[in-house]
């Protein structure tokens, strides 16, 4: 069964700092990952899709992959009260006929 | 980003009623849409997988003569609760895949549907 793992959290950084999100991943097959924001009471939101080792940088975040130990994270740098939300890692091997697997989700917090 | 719509975005309905919900998508074309469910506090759960012009792929679970699920274009999936009961009182999600261009293989999700039924 394919699964992904996220600590549940909550993680609480202050304002300003860098907030570290990871993620595991346990099919060796998987080609394509995500990470989304979801606010309480609101659906997720894209934030970005990394398909190659390495990093990949928007604004303020970065999604770091390492296929070989099947590890997938996100930074989020300047952290600000409005990062405050929980976030979900996704992954899917490409192709029209594969389902994303999401993982549970982490609660990040960020105070004044 | 992609944008997906989803309508209406709350309904009140009687027990034994059903309730049809709207997905579109706006600015690209999707041959897959995924409806999920969400309770409070709790991680998504899919329910099923729409591919425009054939059946819908149900979870394990998920009762199909219930939960009824049409994707009649690239760009609109519909998600009819049938005889709706309390239990199914849920935050009801759709997602759109691209299937072509920019937003190829990536996932954006409709607003939600808050569905509560009295």
């Known amino acids: 069964q394919k699964e992904v793992e996220q600590n549940s959290g909550p993680l609480s950084v202050p304002e300003g700092a860098i907030a570290s999100l990871n993620c595991t991943y346990s099919?060796?097959?998987?080609?394509?990952f995500f990470w989304y924001r979801q606010y309480s009471g609101k659906s997720p939101e894209l934030i970005m899709s990394?398909?190659?080792?390495g990093d990949k940088e928007d604004g303020r975040f970065t999604a770091q992959l390492n296929k070989a130990s099947q590890y997938v994270s996100l930074l989020i740098r300047d952290s600000q009260p409005s990062d405050s939300a929980t976030y979900l890692c996704?992954?899917?091997?490409?192709?029209?006929?594969?389902?994303?697997?999401f993982g549970r989700g982490t609660s990040l917090i960020v105070h004044p | 980003g992609a944008v997906v719509s989803q309508h209406p975005s709350w309904v009140i309905c009687k027990s034994g009623t059903s309730v049809k919900i709207e997905c579109r998508s706006l600015?690209?074309?999707?041959?897959?849409m995924f409806w999920y469910r969400q309770f409070p506090k709790q991680s998504l759960m899919l329910m099923a997988t729409?591919?425009?012009?054939?059946?819908?792929?149900?979870e394990q679970g998920v009762e199909k003569d219930k939960f009824l699920i049409n994707h009649a274009s690239l760009t609109l999936s519909t998600l009819t609760v049938t005889s709706a009961h309390p239990e199914d009182s849920s935050f009801y999600i759709c997602?759109?895949?691209?299937?072509?261009?920019?937003?190829?293989?990536?996932?954006?999700f409709g607003p939600g549907t808050r569905l509560t039924v009295l």
């Open positions: 997602s759109a895949r691209g299937s072509s261009g920019d937003f190829y293989n990536e996932q954006f």
């Open positions: 099919d060796r097959g998987s080609q394509s």
């Open positions: 990394i398909y190659s080792n």
């Open positions: 996704a992954v899917t091997r490409s192709g029209g006929s594969y389902i994303p697997t």
């Open positions: 600015d690209f074309q999707a041959t897959t």
């Open positions: 729409s591919n425009e012009g054939s059946k819908a792929t149900y």
